[in-house]
């Protein structure tokens, strides 16, 4: 697979990056699979409620829910393509949890990604070159992969990738529901998180299915 990425999607994640150096940012990303050639397509990022260490970082399950059905609603044709989140000043690379997580994401949307963004040399620079990001995927053996990303420049979609994202021209930020304030450890509360986010976001799944037959299908 290849990743395809339109230049709004990436400076409303870029900007939400920059945003804080000091903690882990989060949010998600919409666009589409293109079965011919095998090719994913990053049109724009949303975000919303997030709990955040500046090792770590999490969506709550009900923000991805709501999420979900936010992309599905306002962005036709479009869905959520997998995640992005940052590491401020700790390179790109996906930890043991965002590896768990990644898998949690492949589960529910079969051509998750996930995109990881170290802003700080470029908040420094404001280089291009200095603009450190990377796209992963978990291969069938549970190996990380790293996607070859692209920028997209087809004329068509760049235009209307750019009027449907400017819509929103602050990140678009959901708010679900009030989750429980878990002062536990990481692991903990990743075990938690992940639990639930699995049996809400598969209920969800199943009443999206129902209305619109496989929301995975481009
Ligand atoms: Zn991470």
């Known amino acids: 697979m290849r990743a395809r990425i339109y230049p709004l999607a990436l400076g409303k994640m870029i ?27 990053v049109w724009d990022a949303i975000t919303g409620e997030q709990k955040s260490t500046p090792g770590f970082v999490y969506l709550e399950e009900e923000t991805i829910a709501t999420a979900a059905e ?21 390179e790109v690379f996906l930890s043991a949890i965002d590896i768990e997580t990644q898998k949690l994401y492949q589960r529910l949307f079969p051509k998750a990604v996930a995109l990881v963004i170290d802003p700080v040399k470029y908040a420094k620079t404001r280089r291009l070159q200095d603009l450190n990001f990377k796209i992963f995927r978990i291969n069938l053996k549970g190996e990380v992969m790293v996607v070859p990303v692209s920028i997209g420049i087809q004329r068509r979609k760049l235009l209307e ?20 304030d878990l002062s536990v450890s990481i692991e903990a509360e990743f075990g938690y998180w992940s639990d639930k ?10 009443k999206i299915k129902d209305r619109t037959g496989s929301h995975t299908q481009p």
């Open 15 to 41: 900007k939400h990056a920059l945003d804080d150096l000091n903690k882990e940012v989060a949010g998600l990303l919409v666009g589409k699979y293109l079965k011919r050639g095998d090719i994913l397509e």
């Open 70 to 90: 936010w992309v599905l609603r306002n962005r036709p044709g479009l869905y959520i393509v997998g995640w992005y989140h940052s590491h401020p000043g700790f």
């Open 161 to 180: 990738s750019t009027l449907r994202g400017i819509e929103t021209m602050e990140l678009k930020y959901i708010v679900g529901g009030v989750g429980p």
């Open 197 to 206: 986010l699995a049996s809400s976001l598969s209920k969800f799944l199943r």
